[in-house]
Structure formats: structure tokens, C-alpha cells
């Protein structure tokens, strides 16, 4: 049997919580494979973890995810988890000053959210389908990316609150039809974590919304979000579950 190391895939994997599980799982002797829009972002940190490989995909597209997987195969690597951290989340109301909804705001929030993180799941559980048992009897751990807002939706998340809850809603039926083939899959649903786009917000700003979680009274950071998705990868009774990460926080219409 190979001793090479096993690979972790992970979308959106060039910045946020994506480029934490890169680095943690990279950090830990893992093979890494970074997918994300952002090629140069991507091969910047892969160039920090040795032999990671850095593939410029959009995720909404299914048949650009196929061959990102099919090409981190062709070069013998045994696919053992896939993350999917990619994600967009602009805010617009159902109706404002400027008139309804945009449709089509709607359909590329779903597309890039939902779409993508369904490309993904199944292009990974075709490629771990393949594998053989691990100790754990395993052949592979799929963790996708929902948030709390798919629970606790504020006004003008109305897109990303469906494309979040769409998510955390395949999670047991993607269980439950991977189950015979030995394929683990989880959500985590994230609170309020210190990601490019909250980092790029004023320091008060940052201590304001931090100062909302009950315990601890902070941003998350990204690199516990990395931490619970190596813990799932760790053990084999977490599955089909969703997983709020948000220091208890409940979040307020506004």
C-alpha cells in the first residue's frame, strides 16, 4: 500500500477559513489541493505547503471542479477529505429604496454558495468512492461550509440565508446516500469569524460585532474553524450532522 500522504481538497481554499484548513492540514503532513477563483492567491499559499497544489477553478462551473479532482488524482493522490470554504454573501433586501430583489444577485449567490458546494461534494464522493478502507473502515470525509445565518437569517440575507440553509439541508440526505460506500459527510455552520471581510472592516467595528458573541466575546478565528474540521475528519460517528461554531451567539434581525 502507498505511504504517500492522504489529500485534502479545499474550495475557496486561497483566504478565510478555506486557506486556515489549508495551512492547518498542510501543517499536519497532509498533501494539499487549494481550488479557488483567485489562481494567483491560490499559488501564493500553496508555495508555503510543501507539495500543495493550486488549481484556479470556479467552483460553479461542475465540470471545471471534475477535472481539478480528476487532475489531483492524475498525479497519484488518494483523496481522503474535501472542505468547501467558498462562498460569496453580498446583502440586498427583498425590497428597498432601489426597488425588488435583484434575480439574478439571487441565482449567482445560490449558484457560487449552494451549486458550488454541491459540485464539489460530488465530484470528491466520485473520486472517494474509489478508495480503499482506511483503519476506521473509511474511504473518505466530506465537510461542507453552511452558517448560522442559514438559521438566524438577518434583514437582506435573504439569498444567502437560502443558499446557507440549502446546505445544511443536504447534509443527512448526502449522509445517508454515501453511507454504503463508506463516505462520511458533515456541515459546520459558522458564527461571526474574523475573514477577510470582516477584517477589512474598522477596528471598532470588528470589537462591536465581536462583543455580540455570548462566549468568548470575539471573532472567531479561522484557524478554530480548521480545528473542528480536523476533529470531524477524526472521528467516525460524526456524520450527517451540522455543527454551529458561534460561541452561542443568536443573530439579531439587523
Not at 507539495?51 to 460553479?60: I, K, P, R, S, Y
Not at 468568548?216 to 470531524?232: C, F, N, S, W
Request: proline share 6%; with cysteine; glycine share 10%.
Amino acid at each position: 500500500m502507498s505511504t504517500a500522504p492522504s489529500t485534502v481538497l479545499v474550495s475557496g481554499g486561497a483566504s478565510g477559513l478555506g486557506e486556515a484548513v489549508a495551512r492547518r492540514f498542510g501543517a499536519d503532513g497532509w498533501h494539499v489541493a487549494i481550488l479557488d477563483r483567485d489562481g494567483d492567491r491560490a499559488r501564493a499559499v500553496a508555495a508555503d505547503l510543501p507539495g500543495a497544489a493550486a488549481l484556479e477553478v470556479d467552483v460553479t462551473d461542475p465540470d471545471a471542479v471534475d477535472a481539478a479532482v480528476q487532475a489531483v488524482l492524475a498525479e497519484g493522490h488518494t483523496l481522503r477529505l474535501a472542505v468547501s470554504c467558498a462562498g460569496i454573501g453580498p446583502p440586498q433586501r427583498l425590497l428597498s429604496k432601489r426597488g425588488p430583489h435583484s434575480v439574478q444577485a439571487f441565482h449567482t449567490i445560490l449558484s457560487v454558495n449552494l451549486f458550488g458546494t454541491f459540485h464539489v461534494l460530488r465530484a470528491a464522493a466520485v473520486a472517494m468512492a474509489e478508495n480503499e478502507l482506511d483503519e476506521h473502515g473509511q474511504r473518505g470525509v466530506i465537510v461542507n461550509t453552511a452558517s448560522i445565518a442559514a438559521y438566524d437569517g438577518q434583514i437582506g440575507q435573504v439569498a444567502y440565508a437560502a443558499s446557507k440553509g440549502g446546505i445544511v439541508g443536504m447534509t443527512l440526505p448526502a449522509a445517508r446516500d454515501l453511507a454504503d460506500r463508506f463516505i462520511r459527510v458533515c456541515t459546520i455552520a459558522p458564527g461571526l469569524f474574523k475573514t477577510p471581510l470582516l477584517a477589512s472592516l474598522p477596528q471598532e467595528a470588528q470589537d462591536s460585532l465581536g462583543a455580540s458573541v455570548p462566549n468568548p466575546a470575539r471573532l472567531g478565528d479561522p484557524a478554530e474553524y480548521a480545528a473542528l474540521v480536523a476533529y470531524i475528519s477524526s472521528n467516525p460517528m460524526l456524520n450527517g450532522e451540522v455543527i454551529r461554531l458561534d460561541g452561542a451567539l443568536r443573530m439579531a434581525p439587523r
